[in-house]
């Protein structure tokens, strides 16, 4: 396996052994945990104990870190003759600024989905499925026996 972000296996603070509480406390007010790819989310589902609400970023259409521009990381100058070197540190920064730009743009959408959920009351199947993602979690369930089939 390769080592894609330049950390090493064994760095870190915290043994794995510990991980599970160490999540515990700082999740524990976090209600949505945002993840690059479906084997980090199944990982993650695996670990954590909580109620909290893993979400892939690539079923968001986030696209490879490749095509997303990251910056030198200033925690790591002395791999920057590294041209395949990846900081996690700024790909998570750069995957937030991604997240960022994809709301404003779809500001309408989560607008239209509040707007939906409050007038079509049983009109799911006029929504798109961006309008879908962005309503609430009581709004899909209500629908999700008898509608989301047909969708």
Known sequence: MRNYHGILWDAGDIPYNKLNDVLDIILKD??????????????????????????????????????IEITSCHY???????????????????????MEKKS?????SIGRSLELYYQLEERIEDMRPQEIAYSTKEFILKFASTKIDRI
């Open 30 to 67: 976090v209600a949505y945990i945002y993840v690059k790819g479906a084997e980090k989310k199944q990982w993650l589902s695996d670990i954590i104990r909580g109620s909290n609400t893993i979400i892939n970023l690539e079923n968001l259409g986030c696209p490879s870190l490749k095509n």
């Open 76 to 98: 790591h100058e002395y791999r920057k003759s590294n041209l395949i070197y990846h900081c996690a540190h700024e790909n998570a920064k750069q995957l937030k600024c991604w």
């Open 104 to 108: 404003q743009m779809q500001n309408l």
